[in-house]
């Protein structure tokens, strides 16, 4: 109490230590998933104070089901951060959240739906000019492609990826 007295920006610093934060959550996702998780779902409730837009939350506990290996959580999340207005809004956002949905897709084999996001992310990408996502969607299709054994298709990807 008397460094409070003696140096307020001592006392004033320590409610800013129990904000969750965004670089926390990234620093601590690796080693502790299921506690990132557990801290989101609280300051999305309210229970703990942050600063983090309800966006960046889903694109947090994405990494976080990444991590875990959770690929339907992951799914759900990025299909949930592609609803937001502040994806939906902004192309360079939308791009990269297409973009994530087209990986998760694949790890599950819905190559279908994973070859109409790769199609999405990489007109959006174009119409950007956003030449390294386009060029991965297309490594991406011809992953799927191979996976499919259709190596004609395959082959094609994998070359616009390249050039």
């Known amino acids: 109490m008397l460094l409070g007295c003696l140096f307020p920006a001592v006392a004033n610093a320590a409610p800013a230590r129990d904000m969750l934060t965004e670089q926390r959550v990234r620093e601590l996702h690796i080693e502790h998933p299921d506690s990132c998780l557990h801290l989101l779902d609280r300051a999305e409730q309210g229970k703990i104070a942050t600063d983090i837009p309800a966006y960046k939350m889903d694109i947090l506990r994405a990494m976080c089901y990444e991590i875990k290996g959770a690929y339907p959580e992951k799914e759900q999340c990025v299909r949930r951060l592609l609803a937001n207005d502040s994806i939906r809004h ?74």
């Open 90 to 163: 902004d192309p360079g956002r939308r791009l990269k959240a297409t973009v994530l949905l087209a990986g998760v897709l694949e790890c599950q084999s819905k190559y279908e739906e994973a070859i109409a996001a790769c199609r999405s992310a990489i007109d959006l990408a174009r119409r950007t000019g956003h030449k390294k996502e386009e060029a991965e969607m297309f490594s991406t299709m011809g992953r799927i492609y191979a996976a499919m054994k259709d190596n004609a298709r395959a082959d094609a990807s994998f070359r616009r990826a390249i050039a």
